[in-house]
Every structure is written in structure tokens, then in C-alpha cells.
């Protein structure tokens, strides 16, 4: 069983900064990809960026390439999603995921795997 808490949240402007935490429980956090997601109420939730239990491997989604850069500490049972260079069409709830899966973990559903309970971002123009 893993329980994930994100934070880092918040309102900033366009072309600004924010970083993303997810804080997880449990012994075997190093044993799990670990990825973020977002939602917003008119779309889909997408696949933002995952990481492998090592840190070794990273995928992004390629609206993100670049500006984005996911990580993780396996000793403080935390990852990180490094956002800069934020645009407005960035803006959605935040999500944390978790599963032992690496290759298809962009397809995650939220029956599956582990889930934080989100965090806003919102980007102003």
C-alpha cells in the first residue's frame, strides 16, 4: 500500500516557476515508477512526466519537453516535478501517481496504481 501527498501548489505568472512535491508512504517507495498527471474540468486527465525506481529513465509529454523536469529522492520517499518557464494552458489539478509499471505508465487509469488527491496550479497571463 502506498498513500501519496502532493504540494506545491499555487497561483503564479506566466513564464514563472513552481515545484511540485509528492510525499509517499510506505517501505517500498523505491520500488515504484512514479509519474505526474493533469486535469482540467474540460479535458481528460493526461500523462505530464514519469520516472523509473532508479531515476534512471524519464519520459515527458511533449507539451512539457524542456521546461518540465521530473525527479525523485528515494531516501525522503519523495518526488519532484520542476516547472519553469509555466504558460497559461498549463493550469489543471496535479496528480501523483504510482505503479510498478515503466513503459506503459502513461496509460495509467486511476483504477489502477496509487493517487495522490491533486494540486492546483494556475497560470495567469
Known amino acids: 500500500q502506498v498513500q501519496l501527498v502532493e504540494s506545491g501548489g499555487g497561483l503564479v505568472q506566466a513564464g514563472g516557476s513552481l515545484r511540485l512535491s509528492c510525499a509517499a508512504s510506505?517501505?517500498?517507495?523505491?520500488?515504484?515508477?512514479m509519474a505526474w498527471f493533469r486535469q482540467t474540468p474540460t479535458k481528460e486527465r493526461e500523462f505530464v512526466a514519469a520516472?523509473?525506481?532508479?531515476?534512471?529513465?524519464?519520459y515527458y509529454a511533449d507539451s512539457v519537453k524542456g521546461r518540465f523536469t521530473i525527479s525523485r529522492d528515494n531516501a525522503k520517499n519523495t518526488v519532484y516535478l520542476q516547472m519553469n518557464s509555466l504558460k497559461p494552458e498549463d493550469t489543471a489539478v496535479y496528480y501523483c501517481?504510482?505503479?510498478?509499471?515503466?513503459?506503459?505508465?502513461?496509460?495509467?487509469?486511476?483504477?489502477?496504481?496509487?493517487w495522490g488527491q491533486g494540486t492546483q496550479v494556475t497560470v495567469s497571463s
Open positions: 501517481a504510482a505503479d510498478t509499471r515503466l513503459y506503459t505508465i502513461m496509460a495509467l487509469t486511476t483504477s489502477e496504481g496509487y
Open positions: 510506505g517501505r517500498t517507495f523505491s520500488s515504484y515508477t
Open positions: 520516472i523509473s525506481w532508479s531515476g534512471g529513465h524519464t
